[in-house]
Every structure is written in structure tokens, then in C-alpha cells.
């Protein structure tokens, strides 16, 4: 175990030549995404106008195009684009650091309850009828609340397993949403109860710009912490000695890390309302690709966490005319995923 | 010791178990007539109705309009906020919330119970309950509903709700002699924001639904039609390539979505926006373009918003005449505008 650098997260180490070649190559795919969803939805714009149109904002072209296209890209496309990428990687990146700090390949934001306490938050302030700023920090105070429980529960009962903290993680996640059950419950069936229950299933279609203006801030700034922070996560999963020999003081590190990664959590759902899936299955794609050493694990997941969230939005507003909420469909395509994972890495989980 | 008293506190349980559910007396209260709900289920209620707890907003606006509100003893906390309940009745903000707890519903012992909700209806008639199950959802179900609870009450509410039921069918003639021969490929696309809270300029309501009969009766088509859509949120980019000829929001929200809308620059060059057609809807004891009594109005003013130059209405006296008709008390003009464009008695903005 001392030579496998996450603990018991399987997976083979590769060359550094190879990964600058993997991660350039998922950077430019992650471009071409992004693009794809500028010109990609229901209202129909010719593909070389959509072109015309990004390019008219460097170059001075004169308009072929309507300025119903120009908005659509610019006002509905553009803001949820950007989130999807922000929501991706972000949660790719706080599961990465989650389950590399707890050697364990179960944890998610969703396991520990991040997502659901982060949710309460949430409500929460919709329920007294708050402005963004104070959602976003309830939806934070609520993430902290339930990382501690979840993580304070084995340390009381004395048992580091693997088992007591997923054991935790259900306990935390049945009291959250027992809590949201009472807050719904209470709210006002006609108004507020629709907005709690589009965050609870997660959407995108309703960020706006101004949105994004004072959230994608938090996102980058606890997501660069993060990633400085990637040699250290190695170091921790050493062993807490291990880690104090090679001069890292472990409680400030942890301390760091969760704050970050309960951040990034809590910004996405502020957003987007709770996605499930993407925290537990872009890590573990992340490994199968280039291994559990976190100096290239954690920039990997959020290229793919961001790849992968901005298709599923494509998809969540291009099958239908009305929009499906994302969770619906993380959840279709990351639990057979996660079986496939399991089954081809023959995980030991104990 | 412990195994005796034990022994004697359960059987003095048991004894007054017994005795207990030998007191109970099972039959009705003093009752003399059934009516029938709108699930087919016969239910006994006293002759006459004094006390009433209705669990449903849109009835309560009902009750409401056909100045039957003195009978509230149970409402709803949303029929409280508005402003024309408290002006058509100010007794409403004392009345007391209802939830439909049985044991509450027993000590309240209402004349009648008015639930939108089968499941509830039943369970209420189950423990001796007078519970009727009252829901609607377009014309055809109000009339029935309406109906149903004139002859509950009784007298002059027997005719209101039959004289509702002939308005309904006069201004729907009144609307289709202006507009009934327009052929289909002329007809403007009509798209509606449900503004009940503010969830965002797409948010509207299913194919199939009220606003769907209000749409094709005063001449247009309505736009979740067009997208067969079936559930209460459109798709953005959906809504903006139907290119709506007629916007109309409603619900307490529809001043800030108004807003929101104009500001938008997607919106900038869409039919309805281009032409100067979007409106905001009347919003009195109940949002006019989803239920409630004032909804026989709706038919006149949507018709009046989709085909301005063919059919022309002085929608201020027309509420005014229905106020005096079924409410009972004589608004004045600015009030009448006011609750036109969707405001308080006074100009109270919801939000």
C-alpha cells in the first residue's frame, strides 16, 4: 500500500510524456465541447452563422445573422455553458479530493452529504424568500454541517473503516433529507416548493450571467487551492506520519481541503440545484486513465468532469421540448458506469 | 408485585377500550339531504350549510366571489395574502387556516368539507365527515363544480352558479362572432408565462389546459400546443423559434416578469415584443386565466389582447357589472382597472 499513493483507489501509474499528451488531447476535446454546445439546441441556427456570429466578437464582420441567433448564444447558450463546465469540474474535483483524503473510493460529495446539506441550505433561504448571496451562503454553512457530521461519526465511534464512514454518510444523507422533507413540506406549494424541487433535481436553465458573476469566483478560487494542493493530497494518503516526517502539517492540509472542496460543492449547487454522480464516477474515469497519482489525477478529472457535464447538458436541452433535469440523466448514464467501473477494476472495497 | 399491577393496568385498558367504543355513536349528524361530488360519491349534508372549511384555494376564491365568504370557518393561507379577498370580504384574515387533520376537522365539525382531493375526500367521509370532492380544471369542469356548490348552499347561490354557467357560454358566443371565422394559418401563435412565483420567463402551463381554451376561443393558438408539451416548463429555445405573436403573464409575479422580458435581448426582436404585445393578465380573487369564477371574463379579455382590431371590449364595466351581479358590491373604475391590471383594490403590487 505504501507504493500506491491513494490508498486502496486502483489504477496504473503512466509516464509523464503520456499524461502531457492525454491531457492536452482532453483539453482540446473539452474546447471543441464547449463550442459544440455554443452552436448545439432547439432553436435552429445554421452551423457556419453560429461560427460567424463567436467570430464577430473579435472580428468586425457585418451581420448575416438575426439578433434573436446573436442572443441565443450570447444569453441562454454562453451562461449555462460556462456553468456546466464550472458544475463539472468542480464536483469532478471535490470527489477527487474527497476520496483520495479518505482513502476511499466510495466518497462523493453526495456520500458525505455535502450535496444534500448544501440543499437544506438552500431551501432554506427560498423558504424565507432570501436573495442569491444568502442562498449560496446557507447552501455552504449547510455543506460544512453535514462533511462534519458524516466525518465526526467514525472518529467518535473509533473506527476509520471504510464501512463506518459510508454507514456514516447514510445516516447524514437520511437526516438532510428528512430536514428537506420538512422544509417542502411547509413551503408554500404553488411558489416556493417549485423552485426546492428544481434544485433538488438539478438544472441549468435558469443561470443567467449574473449568476455566474459572483459564484464563478468561489468555484476557481477553491478549485486553483485545490489543485496547488495535489502533491499534498499524495502526501497525506501516505499515512499521517508519514506526512509529518516530510514536513506537511496534516490538520492544517485537511482542514484546507475540505473547506475547498465543500466550497466547490455548495457553489455548484447554488447554480445548478444538486447533481449526483458526476463527484463519484469522473475520479474514478480520471484513475482508469492516468492513475491514482493526484499530480495528474485532479487536473484530468476536471477536464472530464467538465467535458462530461457540458454534454449532459446539451442532452438535458436538446431531447425534448421540455428541459430534463440533469439528475435524471447523470443518474441514467453514471450508475451503469459506475457497475462497468467496478466490475473492470475488481475494486476491493473493505 | 410488578406482575400484578402490570396485570391490572392492562385490564383496566381493556375495560375502557370497551367501554369506550360502546359510547361511540356512529351515526350521522342531524342530516336531510345528499349531494353528489364531482367523483360520482353521494354525501349526506345538513339542510342548510352555515360553516364551511375549504381546503382549496381556488374554491375558496369561489365561495368568495359568490359572496358566500361569511361561511368560511376553515381557509386557505394563500386566499388570506390576497388583497381582493380581504376587500370583498375583510372577515377572511380572521378566519383560520385549515389542514385536512381529521381529529381538527371533528372538533371544527364544519357544515362542509371542500377538498380538491379524492384521496381526502374519502378518508374525511370515512370518519363521518360531511367531505366533498370539488376539483376543476376548465369551463366544462367549473360549470359542473359551480353547480354542485349552488346547491349546496342553496337560494340565491343556485342561480348564480347557473347564471355563471350561461355567462360562460354567452361571452364564449360574444367572442366567437367576432373571431370564429378566422382560418387556422392566420391565427396568432399566443404564448403564456405562469407567473405564480417568479421560476423565469418559461415556465408556463401544458397543452390541454385552461389557457389552451381561452387561446382557441378568442382566435389564437396556443403555444404549448404547438410544442405538445406536456409538462409546466418550456425549453428557451423552443419558445423563442415559435416566434409568439402575443405574450400574456400572469399570476402576482407578472409586473417583475414584464420586465424581465422587455430588458431581454432574445426577446428584442420576437413578434410579440416587435409589435408591442405582451401583457400582463388580470389577477382579482383568483389569477383570472387559470380558475375561479372571474375566469368567464377571461374569455373576453384574452380575445381582446389576440385580435385587438376584430373584437373590442370596455373591460372595466364588464367587471364592474360582474362584481355588482355575483359579489354583490359596486367597485369603482379605478379599482376595476386596478384588478385589470393585475394590482390590489388600491394599486398593491404583490411582490
Redesign the interface.
Known amino acids: 500500500m505504501g507504493s500506491d499513493s491513494a490508498g486502496n483507489l486502483s489504477g496504473r501509474n503512466i509516464s509523464n510524456a503520456k499524461y502531457r499528451m492525454i491531457f492536452i488531447g482532453l483539453v482540446v476535446l473539452a474546447v471543441g465541447v464547449f463550442f459544440a454546445s455554443l452552436a448545439i439546441g432547439r432553436y435552429n441556427i445554421p452551423f457556419f452563422d453560429s461560427v460567424l456570429i463567436l467570430l464577430a466578437q473579435i472580428f468586425p464582420i457585418e451581420p448575416t445573422w438575426t439578433q434573436t441567433m446573436e442572443a441565443v448564444i450570447f444569453n441562454l447558450r454562453l451562461p449555462r455553458t460556462i456553468a456546466a463546465v464550472l458544475i463539472g469540474g468542480g464536483l469532478a474535483l471535490s470527489g477527487a479530493a474527497y476520496q483520495s483524503m479518505f482513502k476511499n473510493p466510495l466518497v462523493s460529495p453526495d456520500l458525505l452529504g455535502v450535496s444534500s446539506g448544501a440543499c437544506v441550505g438552500a431551501s432554506l433561504a427560498i423558504l424565507y424568500s432570501m436573495g442569491p448571496v444568502v442562498i449560496q451562503i446557507l447552501a455552504f454553512i449547510g455543506g460544512i454541517v453535514a462533511v462534519s457530521i458524516t466525518v465526526a461519526v467514525p472518529r467518535l465511534m473509533h473506527n476509520s473503516s471504510t464501512l463506518m464512514l459510508v454507514l456514516s454518510g447514510v445516516i447524514v444523507g437520511g437526516l438532510m433529507s428528512s430536514i428537506m422533507g420538512i422544509i417542502k413540506y411547509v413551503a408554500d406549494a404553488d411558489t416556493a416548493l417549485a423552485e426546492m424541487v428544481y434544485w433538488a433535481m438539478g438544472s441549468l436553465s435558469n443561470v443567467k450571467m449574473v449568476d455566474l458573476y459572483y459564484i464563478a469566483p468561489c468555484i476557481l478560487l477553491s478549485g486553483f487551492v485545490l489543485v496547488l494542493f495535489r502533491y499534498r493530497l499524495n502526501v497525506l494518503s501516505l499515512g499521517e506520519d508519514e506526512a509529518k516526517t516530510l514536513g506537511v502539517d496534516v490538520r492544517k492540509v485537511r482542514g484546507i481541503i475540505i473547506v475547498c472542496a465543500t466550497l466547490l460543492t455548495a457553489s455548484a449547487v447554488c447554480l445548478a440545484g444538486t447533481i449526483g454522480w458526476v463527484g463519484l464516477v469522473i475520479p474514478h474515469l480520471g484513475r482508469m486513465i492516468v492513475g491514482p497519482d493526484n499530480r495528474k489525477l485532479l487536473p484530468v478529472a476536471v477536464v472530464l468532469g467538465a467535458i462530461f457535464m457540458v454534454v449532459i447538458d446539451i442532452t438535458a436541452r436538446s431531447l425534448t421540448s421540455a428541459e430534463l433535469p440533469l439528475s435524471i440523466i447523470t443518474g441514467l448514464i453514471g450508475a451503469p458506469f459506475y457497475f462497468y467501473l467496478l466490475i473492470r477494476q475488481r475494486m476491493s472495497i473493505t | 408485585m410488578m406482575k400484578k399491577s402490570l396485570l391490572i393496568l392492562v385490564s383496566l385498558f381493556l375495560i375502557l377500550t370497551i367501554s369506550v367504543a360502546g359510547c361511540i355513536d356512529v351515526s350521522q349528524p342531524a342530516a336531510n339531504r345528499t349531494i353528489t361530488d364531482m367523483n360520482g360519491v353521494d354525501v349526506v349534508i345538513p339542510a342548510e350549510i352555515n360553516t364551511v372549511v375549504n381546503l382549496w ?1 381556488a374554491s375558496n376564491s369561489v365561495m368568495l366571489c359568490m359572496g358566500a365568504g361569511d361561511k368560511l370557518i376553515g381557509t386557505t ?2 386566499t388570506q395574502k390576497l388583497y381582493w379577498s380581504q376587500k370583498v370580504y375583510p372577515g377572511i384574515v380572521d378566519v383560520p387556516v385549515a389542514t385536512d387533520n381529521v381529529e381538527e376537522l371533528l372538533v371544527l365539525s364544519p357544515d362542509l368539507i371542500i377538498t380538491p382531493q379524492t384521496a381526502t375526500a374519502e378518508k374525511l367521509c370515512e370518519a363521518g365527515l360531511p367531505a366533498v370532492c370539488l376539483m376543476f380544471s376548465d369551463y366544462e369542469t367549473m360549470k359542473q363544480a359551480f353547480t354542485i356548490l349552488g346547491e349546496a348552499f342553496g337560494g340565491e347561490y343556485v342561480e348564480k352558479a347557473a347564471k355563471w354557467s350561461d355567462l360562460v357560454d354567452e361571452n364564449t358566443a360574444r367572442v366567437q362572432a367576432a373571431v370564429g371565422n378566422i382560418p387556422e394559418d392566420e391565427k396568432p401563435v399566443v404564448y403564456y408565462i405562469q407567473g ?2 417568479n ?2 420567463l ?2 408556463t402551463f401544458s397543452a390541454n389546459s385552461i389557457m389552451e381554451d381561452w387561446t382557441e376561443i378568442g382566435g389564437g393558438i396556443f403555444a404549448s400546443t404547438l ?5 409546466s ?6 419558445v ?2 415559435l416566434n409568439p405573436d402575443i405574450v400574456i403573464i400572469g399570476g402576482p409575479y407578472q409586473h417583475e416578469l414584464y420586465e424581465e422580458l422587455m430588458a ?7 413578434n410579440a415584443v416587435k409589435n408591442g404585445q405582451v401583457y400582463t393578465n388580470p389577477n382579482g380573487l383568483f389569477p383570472w386565466e387559470r380558475f375561479g369564477m372571474e375566469s368567464a371574463m377571461q374569455i373576453l379579455f384574452a380575445a381582446s389582447v389576440i385580435h385587438p382590431d376584430l373584437f373590442e371590449v370596455d373591460m372595466v364595466s364588464e367587471v364592474q357589472d360582474f362584481y355588482k351581479e355575483f359579489v354583490g358590491i359596486d367597485l369603482t373604475k379605478e379599482e376595476a382597472q386596478n384588478m385589470i391590471n393585475g394590482y390590489g383594490p388600491n394599486g398593491e403590487d404583490y411582490t
Open positions: 384555494p393561507s394563500f405564480q412565483s421560476q423565469g418559461y415556465a410544442l405538445n408539451l406536456s409538462g416548463t418550456a425549453s428557451a429555445e423552443d423563442l423559434a431581454a435581448d432574445e426577446w428584442k426582436e420576437i
